[in-house]
């Protein structure tokens, strides 16, 4: 019996938010059986090569030619894994992966594509403070790249009318420095001035770095690239232990006079 040329596979891979130990077992076995490691330079940088395999980094800016090149190496027959932080599904290739293949389902129809979860920086984060995501949640990137910056506003509006716990990522850059700050000023228009707002930097990485602040002093100085930033809900909280320290976290019960109070 003749075969066809074996056709390859797409897994895209969250590696977590740095730390080794919080890339899943998953993760590891589909990094080790890909022939091909496509990504961000960074991102590829944390992948420990096997012999054998190739890496393909580069720039941030080029996602869609990332996700083509990984799709066609794959149709070839390679096994491709393409790598992002964190959850890949989560502001990250995943979705560029399968925009790019909608646009062209012929030329990809016998690769394989699949995503292996990851453990996303607001997980991480939440779990360093305490369980601030222990009730209804929101996840925002602030990056105007690829949305106009008035929709970023109007759902960070519509996320405190709506008591939801915010996390922002992306939210600043060299190239976007003001925008934090604008946020931070419209939240405190719309939010009690105590509301707790953790920064939380580099996160599993050795240069960690967490501060929680109120929201009447939460600053855009206090973040940077590698910063989550996330805003409590009304009914989040932040207590103070015997010994000094203190977690943040949100009851998991909400009472009818918490929704009349938010509106
Ligand atoms: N796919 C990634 C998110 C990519 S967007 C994930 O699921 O985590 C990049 C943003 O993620 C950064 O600007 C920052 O807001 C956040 N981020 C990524 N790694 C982080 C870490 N180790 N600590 C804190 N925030 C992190």
């Known amino acids: 019996m003749v075969t066809g040329a074996a056709s390859g596979w797409v897994k895209v891979i969250g590696?977590?938010?740095?730390?080794?130990?919080?890339?899943?077992?998953?993760?590891?076995?589909a990094l080790d059986a890909a022939s091909d490691i496509v990504g961000y330079g960074p991102y590829v940088s944390r992948v420990a090569l096997r012999s054998g395999q190739t890496a393909h980094a580069t720039d941030n800016r080029v996602e869609r030619d990332r996700a083509a090149h990984a799709l066609d190496m794959a149709a070839s027959g390679k096994r491709v894994a393409v790598v992002s932080?964190?959850?890949a599904g989560v502001f990250a290739m995943a979705a560029t992966v399968y925009e790019v293949l909608e646009e062209d389902l012929d030329r990809w129809a016998t690769v394989d594509v699949h995503v292996i979860p990851g453990l996303t920086a607001m997980t991480a984060v939440a779990a360093r403070v305490g369980a601030p995501l222990g009730h209804d949640f929101c996840a925002i990137s602030l990056s105007d790249n690829?949305?106009?910056?008035?929709?970023?506003?109007?759902?960070?509006?519509?996320?405190?009318?709506?008591?939801?716990?915010?996390?922002?990522?992306n939210p600043i850059a060299k190239a976007r420095p003001w925008q934090l700050g604008e946020v931070f000023t419209k939240l405190r228009a719309l939010l009690p001035s105590e509301t707790p707002v953790v920064f939380a930097t580099a996160v599993s990485r050795?240069?960690?770095?967490?501060?929680?602040?109120?929201?009447?002093?939460?600053?855009?100085?206090?973040?940077?690239?590698?910063?989550?930033?996330?805003?409590?809900?009304?009914n989040t909280r932040v207590v103070t232990r015997p010994d000094g320290?203190?977690?943040?976290?949100?009851?998991?019960?909400?009472a009818a006079q918490d929704l009349e109070e938010a509106s």
């Open 15 to 29: 590696l977590g938010p740095g730390d080794e130990a919080c890339v899943t077992p998953d993760a590891r076995a």
């Open 245 to 254: 320290t203190r977690f943040v976290y949100t009851p998991r019960k909400v």
């Open 206 to 234: 050795a240069d960690e770095r967490v501060e929680v602040v109120s929201l009447k002093d939460a600053a855009p100085e206090m973040a940077d690239m590698r910063t989550l930033v996330m805003v409590g809900s009304r």
């Open 146 to 169: 690829l949305k106009p910056w008035d929709l970023i506003l109007k759902r960070v509006a519509l996320a405190a009318e709506g008591d939801f716990v915010m996390s922002f990522y």
């Open 85 to 87: 932080s964190g959850d």
